[in-house]
């Protein structure tokens, strides 16, 4: 166990549809970071928070959008789903430290 | 920007063999740190070593080695002695720091190397 923990692990809907990713960091991590794997695009960067705001900004889609709630757990919301989405999504927290990073499991999604 | 190049799509190894991994970067940051993560086909991103630009010796973990030449931008993973579970997705990653080697902000990724270990 990473620490950093994701829900669901798995996730099937339809195009069209709207998800919720629910990450909650390593104790005491103030940062958020989602990421997104996908076959053809690889490992993308798609948002950082950091304790409850916005940090940085990365290949992130208008259809998706991200919050960090005050106990520091972030959701990552998907709307207008299309097949093209299909892909594993990664949160990882970090510290003020040397290393930094934690990834959780990752969340599977699948758009049918 | 951070660019991260890893030009083996797939290497294969027979067990008990070293291994190397390439991985080539560009960034126009002055201090950064450089990781490598392993991912088994169950999905997650396991952390494997970790290399600050301004460290004067190559990183070791274990049976995992870091060689890293900043002259010629390259930081590549050698793998000793490798192991059937070793067979994964190898990605090579970077992150600026600041002065003091403190990481920040988001990891760029590599495309990834797919390791085969056969026995």
């Known amino acids: 166990d990473s620490g950093v923990t994701q829900t669901p692990k798995h996730l099937i809907t339809a195009t069209g549809q709207r998800v919720t990713l629910r990450c909650s960091p390593r104790s005491g991590d103030l940062s958020v970071y989602w990421y997104q794997q996908s076959l053809d695009q690889g490992l993308q960067f798609l948002i950082q928070?950091?304790?409850?705001?916005?940090?940085a900004k990365g290949n992130i889609l208008e259809r998706f959008s991200a919050q960090q709630f005050p106990d520091l757990h972030s959701e990552l919301n998907l709307s207008s789903l299309e097949l093209g989405d299909s892909a594993l999504y990664f949160c990882a927290s970090s510290a003020i430290n040397r290393y930094g990073y934690t990834f959780g499991s990752g969340t599977r999604l699948t758009v049918v | 920007a951070q660019k991260i190049t890893q030009t083996q799509p797939g290497m294969f190894v027979q067990e008990k063999e070293a291994v190397t991994l390439d991985c080539t970067y560009d960034?126009?940051?002055?201090?950064?740190?450089l990781f490598w993560y392993k991912q088994p086909s169950s999905g997650e991103m396991i952390f494997l070593i970790y290399q600050g630009s301004y460290d004067e010796q190559n990183a070791t973990e274990g049976r995992y080695s870091l060689n890293f030449q900043k002259a010629r931008k390259s930081a590549n993973l050698v793998i000793s002695a490798s192991q059937l579970g070793d067979s994964a997705m190898y990605f090579c990653?970077?992150?600026?720091?600041?002065?003091?080697?403190?990481?920040?902000?988001?990891?760029?990724f590599g495309q990834g190397t797919i390791l085969t270990v056969h026995p």
């Open positions: 928070y950091y304790n409850g705001e916005e940090r």
């Open positions: 960034t126009s940051d002055q201090s950064y740190g």
């Open positions: 990653a970077m992150r600026p720091t600041n002065a003091g080697g403190t990481s920040y902000g988001k990891l760029t």
